[in-house]
Antibody
Framework: QVQLMQSGAEVKKPGSSVKVSCKAS????????ITWMRQAPGQGLEWMGG????????NYAQKFQGRVTITTDESTTTAYMELSSLGFDDTAVYYC?????????????????WGQGTLVTVSS | ESVLTQSPGTLSLSPGERATLSCRAS???????LAWYQQKPGQAPRLLIY???SRATGIPDRFSGSGSGTDFTLTISRLEPEDFAVYYC?????????FGGGTKVEIK
């Protein structure tokens, strides 16, 4: 049974950075893409980026390019998302998710497994 | 990048009724790259449908997906009380992935 456990809620100052972790258990960690989404209060889902560990390649939404870094540590089966230069509009619940399927194409697939979400609040 | 537009924004129905949710893409997308998720308040989204019409594990058969090209549909044949939630479509495959804005199915 695949489970994703995210780190706890964070309160950050504007201009600072936040790093959210996502520890995976069950399944084969390196083979499946991990993606990060966020959801601002009362809003919809927004894809931020993803990483395919076995291909050692990360992709980012243009909106977050230069501000987000997604990494993985296969030794601890943990993925990380770091977002810098935080503004008030970065206040959101951040989710990690793992693809349900993997092939060698480098494509991302549907997110079959989700973390519980991490609330990041940006406040002065 | 394919922009996904969901309609209606809110659907007010009674238990037992049929729900039809639409997801329109700004360009043709492959049918095996379209998914639907359900999200309830305070919870993470849950995968319902992938590859346009395949139900995820444990999803009841009252949920079905269809469509091709730019027009996709999620149908809930008979609404159960637990089905009142927000539903999102997603295009996946090559980066960037995109989500529709969501359709809220509420109790009438």
């Amino acid at each position: 049974q695949v489970q994703l456990m995210q780190s706890g809620a964070e309160v950050k100052k504007p201009g600072s950075s936040v790093k959210v972790s996502c520890k995976a258990s069950g399944g084969t960690f390196g083979s499946y893409a991990i993606t990060w989404m966020r959801q601002a209060p009362g809003q919809g889902l927004e894809w931020m980026g993803g990483i395919i560990p076995v291909l050692a390649r990360a992709n980012y939404a243009q909106k977050f390019q230069g501000r987000v870094t997604i990494t993985t540590d296969e030794s601890t089966t943990t993925a990380y998302m770091e977002l810098s230069s935080l503004g008030f509009d970065d206040t959101a619940v951040y989710y990690c998710a793992r693809d349900r399927y993997f092939d060698s194409s480098g494509d991302y697939y549907e997110s079959g497994y989700w973390g519980q979400g991490t609330l990041v609040t940006v406040s002065s | 990048e394919s922009v996904l537009t969901q309609s209606p924004g809110t659907l007010s129905l009674s238990p037992g009724e049929r729900a039809t949710l639409s997801c329109r893409a700004s360009q043709d997308i492959r049918t095996y790259h379209l998914a639907w998720y359900q999200q309830k308040p305070g919870q993470a989204p849950r995968l319902l449908i992938y590859a346009t019409s395949s139900r995820a594990t444990g999803i009841p058969d009252r949920f079905s997906g269809s469509g091709s090209g730019t027009d996709f549909t999620l149908t809930i044949s008979r609404l159960e009380p637990e089905d009142f939630a927000v539903y999102y479509c997603q295009h996946y495959g090559r980066s960037p992935l995109t989500f529709g804005g969501g359709t809220k199915v509420e109790i009438k």
